[in-house]
């Protein structure tokens, strides 16, 4: 994983986030369509452009510039088969070079993109720039589907900010 994101933002690539997905067949929800656009920081400290803060799932984020996010890959690690009835990854290619969309002008941007259906085979791994429009499907087959995702930067960050890590 580590080659596959220096390719893209070379060789101080670095992981600074881990998500795991797990989609049960009875307990399952769709993702619209979003961009990410918040990062996993160790503690806040205001800085400048850095904001608004919150906490998912019990771990510090904060909206960085979008210049942060646009410097990022993202990595999935296909753990379960997903095909088409197993809610796989849809993307809107090209979208993460229109920058930070506007919620209001999302669908618009993925009807100009398109979409892209990711199915993989457990063990692919899916690499795309984390800015990307994307989003998933409810599961309407009977298998698990389950992501590792980890995010990749070379970036560091201003004023004492420190990535949370995996």
């Not at 160790?42 to 400048?48: C, D, G, H, L, V």
């Not at 608004?52 to 799932?57: D, E, F, G, N």
């Not at 309407?140 to 004023?159: C, E």
Request: proline share 6%; charged share 20%.
């Amino acid at each position: 994983m580590q080659a596959i994101a220096a390719r893209h933002l070379g060789d101080e690539a670095r992981p600074v986030r881990a998500i795991m997905f797990d989609k049960r067949p009875n307990d399952n929800l769709a993702l619209g369509w979003h961009q990410d656009r918040t990062i996993a920081i160790r503690e806040r400290r205001e800085t400048t452009s850095y904001g608004p803060w919150t906490v998912k799932q019990g771990i510090l984020h904060v909206a960085p510039p979008f210049a942060v996010i646009e410097a990022m890959v993202t990595l999935r690690i296909q753990l379960d088969d997903t095909p088409t009835d197993n809610a796989p990854l849809l993307v809107a290619p090209g979208s993460h070079r229109l920058g930070l969309v506007a919620e209001d002008d999302i669908a618009d941007a993925v009807a100009a993109c398109g979409i892209m259906t990711c199915l993989a085979t457990a063990g692919d791994v899916w690499a795309y720039a984390t800015p990307i429009l994307h989003a998933s499907a409810a599961s309407s087959g009977h298998a698990h589907r389950r992501v590792l995702q980890v995010d990749y930067t070379a970036t560091k960050l201003p004023a004492g900010l420190a990535w949370l890590g995996v």
